[in-house]
């Protein structure tokens, strides 16, 4: 199992970033993705998730409206699409997908909201 993310960078507040994760060594399409975030000092939390059929569930409350998440199961690639961003999303964003009791990380894209 192999996780890429990529997109981060610095953003202006209000400004937008969109971060991919491409997948491989995996059946995509049968799993829910995540993406989660870590600030420094804070714990890693769980932020958004997709499963097969396209739902979506967010879990932190200051994100609704903001951002979102997509896949394109042909890519093997789950999409964050981040509006709107405020210097609390400042963080290290990871995608991940638990296959069989075992989580898959990848190595993280730093996001950076400032003026």
């Known amino acids: 199992v192999q996780l890429v993310e990529s997109g981060g960078g610095l953003a202006q507040p209000g400004g937008s970033l969109r971060l991919s994760c491409a997948a491989s060594?995996?059946?995509?399409?049968?799993?829910?993705m995540s993406w989660y975030r870590q600030a420094i000092g804070k714990e890693r939390d769980l932020v958004i998730a997709?499963?097969?059929?396209?739902?979506?569930?967010t879990y932190v409350d200051s994100v609704k409206g903001r951002f979102t998440i997509s896949r394109d199961n042909a890519k093997n690639t789950v999409y964050l699409q981040m509006n709107s961003l405020k210097p609390e999303d400042t963080a290290v964003y990871y995608c991940?997908?638990?296959?069989?009791?075992?989580?898959?990380w990848g190595q993280g894209t730093q996001v950076t909201v400032s003026s």
């Open positions: 991940s997908v638990r296959i069989q009791y075992t989580s898959y």
């Open positions: 060594g995996f059946t995509f399409s049968r799993y829910v």
């Open positions: 997709i499963n097969s059929a396209g739902g979506t569930t």
